[in-house]
């Protein structure tokens, strides 16, 4: 399945992408979101998130061991390692 990414946001050892199924759908705002986890050592998948809605342009922030995700539905989600 071909995704479209468009946001990275690094911490600790881990790399955040948000992608979209389709660059026309996300830019539309009708498309869900996938953020997926990657190691930032060797490239390997940890965890994918399936998300209701797109995030924000920029939208993305790590900090405390927090990731926040702003998005395009106005929520704001905010995701830890427990």
Known sequence: MKMKCWFLTKCAFILYMSCTLSA???LRKESPGLLMAISASDG????????????VFDGMAAAYGRLYVSMEDGSLLCLTKE
């Open 24 to 26: 026309v759908t996300a």
């Open 44 to 55: 390997t998948e940890l965890a994918q998130y399936q998300l209701d809605s797109s995030p």
